[in-house]
């Protein structure tokens, strides 16, 4: 309704009131835009399918839409639309439409959509986590607590000889003692704390040892992940793989022991989803131990991404089959927790008092919210058959309720209530800021009464905000947004750049996020602080591969902050994984890098390319720079509408080589990094280096418009339009008076969503 | 078109896979296999038997059923009762661990890290195991051909895995881990019908859960919902037909649900077991198996006999302790009395597509790691053989003249025309297999 009631104002305009006595010039624009655009673009800028899909909005400013029809339209015959004509026809396009992208916009609000597969999985680990414990780590030391023994015949624990804290399992003892003073030959280790991997995915890990061990993973009383305490002293490496979710800890054991067997030796490594095998850091290691979590092992099919975040807009017979096999596994684990709560005391009655309470918990937390006595009893009490087993009947509940539209839709609650409620509101901000559903305590509030004011709701967000969940949801927001979704890490051609290791690459990859989750989480940084990025957090490695001379007094592997002046570096667009990903092997390609600091750092529109043509080194001349071959490749004009800020922006960059190292010259010709860059408004201006890409960054709003679009599509799965409170000019205005920091903004985008619709008492 | 497009077209989807993978000979010509069928099972109760009490006096036909043999008297005449027979096998290792993970592969443990209860400390053995050997041999030949080859079923077996734990083995080495858990068996053998099974007991209520959702939700919001019920009725059709199972023999026994893998269900949990072996035996699923009760030095505390004492700690009391003694009879006998079950159950059901019983086409051997619990023995090992599948002359007890236990090892092989010259540690096999005829 509103779109065609705006058409018609439109029509109106144009059509009888515009036309009879405005400039004679839109007239003539107007009729030539109808006789030599329209054809490909469409009658109002609307675009024609098979042509020029898209409708005809951007930021360009008027002169450089002339520029542009002048040299390039209609590109069939650009000689057509020239000089005065190009003038006219701009001006028409620009004053009708261009700069009235809600004129094409469709009519937009929430859209039913199924549970992501992340918010599938982080769901159920945080559904079985409240009767298993939320696995935390207070306190935030790193290693594992080892416990030394001497051992006795088939006592391997007989005398506790030491205990330390081990950064790492990586340990080859040869025919000695760990210890001095412990027994040589017979001696055992146990080793515990936990393990919190930062990414999702699929993890090998490895104990390779002559000696007798046995590993644990997530499985606090179930059987070990590696069992190899038998062995003839022969040096083995066994592996076993589980799929862990990043960003929340789990409990990791490791015994180990030598009988007499001539050497000892030990090492715990892992393959991250990245594929790079390595001993375990230090850095993911705690001493404490946790609660082991409920973790589905099922593959699930990729979500649509189609809008460049993750939707759960299909369902088809793959993806019903890998939930339901999820919920089995899910079902299954329930019953068997169930069975040993109550192992013994199966007939007592209150036992069956007790399951039939934990089955009322699941299902509300699983529906997000209080169930009717009638739905309590069809849902659950029918379920709980007196000639069933109890742990058969906790199944079928779980089973059931996993696979039910409430649990799986986790917004339709939202959609099937003119009012919305508590219920409501907590499901959504447990949803937007971690991807899962309220706890318990959420609903001990909403039955309390304690969450209908502003500032108990806002509270409550800003409690769960500085919870890990949220700081994983963030991570997970970044990899989208620095275009690191791949998993795969940059690799060089080991000719030119023989020390750029995998290991290398990784490290840097952790130098990155290090250095984000300080800025975000421990400084409460502004997005001003996270572009100008004053410190980076390089170990030792980095250090001396990029030549900064790396403390003395620090440990190798720890990462140290290096001030941004000290390592001649300006923003996060330096950051040496970004250029060495946004690179060749072998070579800097200003085409990424000026894609990705166009569209990320400056929040430019660029459309996808008409034509794709690759860049390929061997047609050029290789004693050419980089900014020769780019230049030349993109010099036909219709490049050159997406490509003079691509490249303006790309080659700026030139003075960093494939791996991100400093550079002033190529092929011994000097990195010339003058470049003409012209802003959303038209301005050209003189930019030499990636100070002033920064600079330009930091006085606008559209960077962080742009972020905050990306970042609210990827905390709500629905584009912020969808919201009638979430006003992206006003936010984008705040960050850019520093009166929000990233931490309140993701809190506060949450929020607003969240109580959409909500009347907050006062 | 690719392997899964293939199946969908069959109407087969990855919950049937399973099954499909795991079938080469599901479709293979039934009259291919003229030859008689040969079985084997191997049979393992622990912590050594009651001498007295267990062995029959008279050599011969007309040997006596003492009262941990009495369940297996209906079988006398298809009994062989080997006597003098003992496991020679030396090194590394407790008895236990050489009792039980020499028993089948006749071969030394390597020297390792698990220290046992005496002895010096041991790792796994240094060979295969016979069922392995023979399943292998089986495996090689069109005729015998099978599935799985062979399959190893557990009673109370706890999840360690050590020299106590383990009597099969691929090879040096190279422990075969049993199904404790009959649901695992099941879903090995049949694939995911119980799996189906379940899901299919909540899809009424999930049905009417989705209709109740989408009712609530405006007009305009319901597509994905309705797209999604009909994904429901798809699984409820499609689960409804089990089409894997529609090729087999016969069909899976019916598994009670919710019987929980603990001591206290033992008794339905060794039903449950011999069931599933029994009928992956008629489907042809395997032709070697074992049955593994507990384990060397397996601690069962069997209170449906009324004995609240740990097995392998009532074996270790001297047999002037009565009560010990006559509790340590009646779970002997109750091991008995589970063979008695199988041999049952193998003796009424006609040999598939051939002559004769099951059990016509098996032989069975019960056997225990030790001589006896209080001495740690290794000299007369149990060895009860039963069923007419190896050819041997039954019916009878027999002398075997202190014999090592690798000479029956190795009649076994050649009872099924594998003629090995040794088999485990060489130099006990002098004299060669056993004649049994």
Redesign the interface.
Known sequence: MKISFLWAIFFFFTEFGLQGWSSPSLVTGKSLYANQCAECHGERGQGVEDEYSKPLVGDWPLEKIIRYVDKTMPDYDPKLTKGKNAELVSKFIFESFYQKPELFQKDSKVQLSRLTNRQFRQSLADLFSHFEGQPKIQNRVHGLRGKYYNAKGMNKKKTIKHEQIDGKIDFNFKDQAPIQGMDVKKFSIYWEGSIKPRETGWYEFFVQSPNGFSLRINQNDSLPTIDEKVTAGMMREVSAKLFLLGGRPYPLSLEYFKFDDPNASIELKWKTPLGEKEIIPKEFLFTEKVSSSFITQQNLPPDDYSQGFERGIQIDDTWDEAVTFAVLEAAEHAAGKVSRLIRGRENDPDQREKVVAIAEDFVRLAFREKLSQEELEWIVHRKFNPKTPLHTSIEKVVLFTLKSPRFLYPEWQALAKDTKDSSVVASRLALYLWDSLPDMNMHDLIDRGQFIKVSQIEDQAKQMTMDSRAKAKFHDFLLHWLDMNAEELPTKSTQKYPDFSPTLALDLRRSLFRTIEKIVWEKKGHFEDFLRMESFEFNQAIAEYYGMQFPKEKNATDFVSFHSSQIKRQGLHTHPYLLASHSYAEESSPIHRGVFVSRKILGRTLRPPKEAISFSNSDFNPSWTMRQKVSTLTKPANCMSCHDLINSTGFSLEGFDAVGKAREEMNGKPINLMVKYMDEEGNENQFHGPSYLLDQALNSTKPSESFLEDLFKHLAKQPAQSYSNIEIAELSKMIFQRKINLSELYMKLCFLASTEGFSFQR | MNRRTALKQLGL???SLPILSQSPTLFAEANSKVSPKQRLVVMFSPNGTISEEFWPERIGEDFEHKRILKPLEPFHDKMLVLRDLHNKVKGDGDNHMRGMSCLLTGIEL????????GNT?S??PKGISIDREISNFFQSKESTRTRHGALHFGVGVK?????WTRMSYHGP?QPVTPFADPYDAYRRLYGNVR?KK??R??LD??KS??AK??N???ES??K??I??SK?VD??ENEYANSSSLDNLMVKPPELP??I?NRNDNLPQLSRLQIDLLVNSFINDFARVATLQYTKSVGQAKMNWLDIDDAHHTLSHEPDKNKDAYEKLVRINTWFAEELAYLLKKLESTPEPGQKGSMLDHTLVIWTNELGKGNSHTLDNIPFILIGNGFGFNMGRSMWCENSTHNRLLLSLAHAVGHPLKTFGNPTLCKRGPLDLS
């Open positions: 989807s990855s919950l390597f020297p390792g890290n698990v220290m046992g209860g400390p790792g796994w999840d360690t895995s050590d020299p080495n799996e379940k899901v007991s909540v209520d999930l859960d989705f959702v989408a609530r939700l405006p919001d319901r994905l919902l797209e999604h994904l798809r699984m649900e919710g929980l």
